[in-house]
Each structure stands twice: as structure tokens, then as C-alpha cells.
């Protein structure tokens, strides 16, 4: 009686200690993967209700946001602009602008300023309908002996060509309600700190008095520190350094690359909790995430249905907490081997192979139907998530989902029932994209009308409900 409770015991111990190594081996930054691994493995189907009176009003889309990173030295949006301007993005951001561009010229006590280069890739974004988020990197290599991601030799050069980028942009173009975001990930390129003699701080002291100089501008915004991920000493380093120094501070931002759906939302729920600290910030901060994807690193569900599903599910997840969420990024670089998909994190494929939309743009343009009168809808599932909105131009209900499994493997029936309707005849209307598309034709006498909508794996689906 007593050996097989004790070899019970045994058994449990063995498995917490195993499970707690496990913990210690990979790390904090794994666990959200252990949540999602776990939590898919006992997960719940959706049964979606959307309630179609219950007009929520309108809602920010965080998905509106692009952003473009280091992939070409000559890289323009060309005959991409209308395909992104079809997604009707309000922002795209950019970095390596000092690097990229030839904005200074000329050498120690001499230097000049040239925003020709720059120029060009602005008219892009302006061209798509969007305005421009400036990521302020990298260090000019006047300043710092060659070193891109270096000290300046003089933080006052850094200070002047900051001043010069908002003077051209905001006053001489004229361009309204910019971002200007100081570096991109310090934490990685550069090794800075917020502490120290490598110190971000004074990086960012040097661009807020830039900031302060300028005069005849139009409004816009500065901010930090685009962290790889949401560190909450650099995030309180930075609010309680401009907050004591009386610097510009008008955003908190950061990256992240994480298949947790959860883990934007984490994110969020992070940065507010610390704010409340600093109550002169409260309601004051925007928080946004300046690059998101499923892999930091290159990896081929860039190239399918797996990043589409993982785009739009994490989408969905930011309505009502995230404001601006930049899907990195719009162009593919040149593969070093020479293939066309090569898991890079791009939309459309490399000019080389003729700059093919990919899954992922397919999605975005699917979710991006969506109207802007948001009804409320209950009944998201572990792996299907789902958006309602009414069409206040033709009254008709629309819902976007997606089944985003990371395993590869969940397909579902999903239930829609549409409550709070008016009896009478309906035209339903489902399209996945698989390219699927199925009219069918229902009545009721009541005031609900039930339908489904099967889903397989990493697809994403758009249903509509229109009165007949």
C-alpha cells in the first residue's frame, strides 16, 4: 500500500524538479513560449457571439503601421507605393537614416547636411498616404571615427544633425505630426546602457535638446528607446531621466517578436502599471510598438500562411490596447544565396524576383476590410480570434478571424451567431484566405441566425452579414 504512494511521490517531485530546471535553463524570456506550448496543448475552441446593437463606436487599428529596416542602401518603395497604400497605413517608419542616406558630408568643424537621399524615401510614404516615423540612427560616421553604432566624439554633432533632421522634415518640408524615435535597439547595435559611460541617456538628452532648438516647425513627437523587447529598467530609466531633466518625452516604444499572443498585450499592461508611478505622465504617453513579428530572426513562416494567421490573430489582440503596432517590414532584402523566399521578414519579396505580395500582405489587406464601427463580440478560442464591426454605410455586420496555431496543426468548425438581429431573410458571405468563398442564403424568425465557418490551420477568414 505504501510503495506505490511513495513511488508517486517520487514520480511528482522528479517531474516539478525537471520542470523547474527546465525554467532555469531556458531562461525568463522562454517562458511565454512554455504558456503558449502548454496552454495550446489544453486549449478551448471559439463560439463566437457577435452582438450586433452593441455598437462599441469607433477604435484605433494598431495594424495601420509599417515599418522598412536595414535591408538596402538604395531601397525605395518604387512601384510597391500602391499596394501599401491599399493597406492604408498612417504611419511607416524607417531607420538607418544617417547611414543610409548621406545626411552629413564634410568632416570635424565643417560639416554639412544633405537630406536629398532622404527626401526621396519620404516622398514614398507621404505617396502611400501615410507620414513618416523617423528612427534617429545611426551615429554618422564623421562623428564617431566609423563606428555606426558608436559614442560621438562630441555629443554636440549628434545634438546638430538631430536639429537639422527635425528642422528639414518638420519645418522645411513641412510634414505634420512626424515621430522621431532616438536610435533603434540600442540594446543591440551600440551595447548601450542606461547607465554608464556607453549611456543612452545622454544620447537621448542631446536629440531632446535638438528638439528644443528648433523653431517654425509643425507639432510632432519624440521618444524611446526602441528597445529589442520591453525592459521595464529602460523604460523607467528614461521616464524618470527626462521627467528630472525636464526633457521631451513623448512616447515609450519598443520591439517584440514573440508567436505568445499574449505577450503584446503583457507588454502594454507593463508600461501602464509603471506610469502610474510618474502621475505627470499618466494619459500624457503614447506607448508603441515600433517592430513586431513572430521571429526576430529570419525563419520561413515569413514566407506562408503561418505568418498571415500570426499577423492578423496578434492584430486582432491589440484592438483597445495597443494604438500603434509597426509590422516589420515591407520589403524582403537580397538573399546572399540567391532565393527567392529565404524566411526574410518582409511582405513582398525582393525587387529581384518582382516584388511578390506574400501571405501576410494578403491578411493585412483582408483584415484592413474591417469598418470602423466596432460591435461587440464574445467567444474568442485559444487559437481562433476574431473582430466585429458594423458597416454604417450599408448596415452590414463584418467579422474577421484568424486561426493561428504556431504548431501547425489545429483546424475548427467555428460557430458564429449573430445576436440582436431583425427577423427576416440574410445573405451570409465567407471568405478564407485559401481564395474559399461561400454565399448561402438564411432566415430566421428570431432575433439570432447561427452559422459556421471552417477554418483550417493558419488560415484567416472574413465573414458578412448583409439584410436581404
Known sequence: MHRPIKKAKLITQFIIIVSLLIVVLIGASQIGVLREFF???????????????????????????????????????????????????????????????????????????????????LNDIIATGAKPYIALSYMPTQFGNGDLVGKPNNYGDWQAVVQRTIQHVSGTRGISD???????????????????????LDLYRYASNAARNVSGVRAFKLGGPATTGFYKNWAEALIKFASTNNLKLDFISWHRYSNDLDAYKDDMLAIRTLVQNYPQYEGQLEFHITEWGHDSDVNAGYDTAYGAAHTVAGAIEMVGVVERAFAFEIQDGKDPNGQEYW???????????????????????????????????????????ALAAKNSTNGNIEVVLSNFDARGQHGENVPITFEEIEPGSYTIKKELTTGQVVTENAATTEARLKTNLYMPTNTVGFVTLQKQ
Open 343 to 385: 524566411g526574410r521578414w518582409g511582405l513582398f519579396t525582393h525587387n529581384d524576383f518582382g516584388a511578390k505580395a506574400k501571405p501576410r500582405y494578403f491578411a493585412l489587406k483582408m483584415l484592413d476590410r474591417i469598418s470602423d464601427q466596432r460591435v461587440q463580440l464574445l467567444g474568442k478560442g485559444s487559437w481562433v480570434k
Open 178 to 200: 512626424v515621430y522621431y524615435e532616438v536610435w533603434n535597439e540600442p540594446d543591440l547595435f551600440g551595447g548601450w546602457k542606461y547607465y554608464g559611460d556607453k549611456n543612452y
Open 39 to 121: 496552454g495550446k496543448a489544453a486549449g478551448e475552441n471559439a463560439n463566437i457571439h457577435v452582438y450586433t446593437s452593441k455598437v462599441l463606436g469607433n477604435y484605433k487599428k494598431p495594424w495601420r503601421n509599417l515599418a522598412q529596416g536595414g535591408e538596402d542602401h538604395e531601397w525605395r518603395m518604387g512601384s510597391l507605393v500602391g499596394a501599401v497604400k491599399a493597406l492604408n497605413p498612417e504611419y511607416i517608419r524607417i531607420d538607418h537614416i544617417y547611414d543610409f542616406y548621406d545626411v552629413v558630408g564634410g568632416s570635424d568643424g565643417s560639416y554639412t547636411y544633405d537630406f536629398s537621399k532622404l527626401d526621396l524615401v
